[in-house]
């Protein structure tokens, strides 16, 4: 009897977490804040930003925040 409790409960986990994956939606094109910040590349969790007046290009990742790209050298990826 445990072993079909147990059986029953693992696949409703993987039912569960199979389903929960679904398509993000993309966010690239027409997506500006304030004119000032326009998406470049991306989707709802993770996406590049470009500053249209600077040309200074930033990551914005949902639980992180936003972080300035960076040349391999250290300096400001730009335009």
Known sequence: M?????????VL??????SACGAV????GETQINGV?????????????????TGVHYFFCYAGGLE???????TLYTD
């Not at 986990?13 to 199979?18: E, P, S, W």
């Not at 939606?25 to 690239?28: C, I, R, V």
């Not at 470049?40 to 930003?49: K, L």
């Open 37 to 53: 910040l326009e998406c470049i590349n991306g989707n709802d969790i993770c996406s590049e930003w470009r500053d249209t007046e």
């Open 13 to 18: 986990i993987i039912l569960a977490t199979l």
């Open 25 to 28: 939606p993309q966010t690239t």
């Open 68 to 74: 300035v790209r960076l040349n391999a050298d250290g």
């Open 2 to 10: 445990k072993k079909n409790i147990s059986g029953i409960l693992l």
